[in-house]
């Protein structure tokens, strides 16, 4: 094999993988500046994020254990949702799965078309909150392991409600 040939092929392979770590690089950008911002939006209500998720390299949730609360951003063309929710005033999370059954020559299935947090305040005269985690019309058409996560945060909530509740 001749130099010239091997420096092709290694011309070639950079050309391809190039492109790759740039986005890995930018999605990490991307992820230390949301959960920079979460953290700050906690700062400014006096919390710490003591554990948090990130999907869609667009939401973020977190929660301070300490304090009872949850901190949620979202970040949707140009448009930023910032929503803060105290424990201590809620009675119950709830996992809200919206969606539709699509029929076709295979059988039927069930589309789901948006999935959200549901909070309910012990005082019933407070509307419920609601954390939106994934919408067919803006996210992917696929869902990316959001109900697993929609799941995993109603469980954390409401196992950190119990045990506030435990406290008192």
């Known amino acids: ?14 050309i391809c993988i190039i492109p790759f770590v740039i986005m890995y690089l930018n999605n990490q950008k991307r992820e230390k ?22 999907w869609n390299n667009n939401s973020l949730i977190g929660i301070d254990e300490t304090a009872n609360m ?20 809620i009675q119950k999370c709830r996992v809200i799965n919206s ?10 299935h069930k589309v ?17 909150i609601i954390v939106e985690f994934y919408n067919a019309d803006y996210d992917s058409l696929t869902l990316s392991g959001e109900l697993q996560l929609v799941e995993k945060w109603c469980k954390i909530i409401n196992d950190r409600i119990s045990s506030s509740r435990q406290k008192k």
Do not use: P
């Open 1 to 14: 094999m001749d130099l010239g040939t091997t420096i092709t092929g290694i011309i070639i392979l950079l």
């Open 33 to 54: 500046k949301l959960l920079q911002e979460l953290s700050t939006f906690a700062e400014r209500n006096n919390c710490k994020i003591s554990q948090h998720e990130l």
């Open 70 to 89: 949850i901190f949620f951003i979202k970040k949707l063309k140009g448009n930023e949702i910032m929503q803060q929710i105290n424990l201590t005033e």
């Open 99 to 108: 969606g539709r059954t699509v029929s076709n020559k295979n059988g039927s």
């Open 112 to 128: 789901v078309d948006k999935l959200d947090l549901a909070f309910t305040f012990h005082d019933k005269n407070k509307e419920e």
